[in-house]
């Protein structure tokens, strides 16, 4: 039994399998050009499409107003001296005494070890900090 175009009718003996419309028809080689060949070569050729990365931002955090009581008060608690607490976050002690007396505001890198190392908070979203 010939084979046919399933577009135009025409006796076809080696039809081609193309996209037309998005089904897939075995067409003659006429009206092959008005689909899209399904090629194994041509799969992987979509278009690329241009995704772009939208990152949430996050949240803005700003330092504790209270960071240099909050550190001091917190270091001695835990029985640590400038020095011990400076070696557990890699920093000079003279760093720790000048967080301590509010001469140094430490960034968000810096406040995050000293969370870390003391286990207190030194982060306040900047909304809530606007809102005081
Ligand atoms: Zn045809």
């Not at 399998?17 to 979509?46: F, H, P, Q, Y």
């Not at 070890?113 to 979203?125: D, G, Y």
Request: glycine share 6%; charged share 30%; with cysteine.
């Amino acid at each position: 039994m010939p084979l046919s175009c399933e577009v135009c009718g025409a006796e076809v003996r080696f039809p081609v399998a193309v996209e037309i419309d998005g089904a897939v028809l075995n067409v003659c080689n006429s009206c092959a050009r008005m689909g899209r060949k399904l090629k194994k070569a041509e799969t992987g050729k979509g278009t690329p499409r241009e995704v772009r990365q939208v990152t949430s931002p996050e949240p803005e955090f700003d330092i504790d107003p209270e960071y240099s009581s909050k550190v001091r008060t917190t270091r001695e608690k835990l029985g640590l001296s400038q020095e011990q607490l400076g070696k557990m976050i890699n920093v000079k002690p003279s760093v720790i005494s000048h967080i301590e007396t509010g001469r140094l505001k430490p960034d968000l890198i810096l406040a995050r070890k000293l969370m870390h190392a003391l286990k207190i908070n030194l982060l306040i979203p900047v909304n809530e900090l606007e809102e005081r």
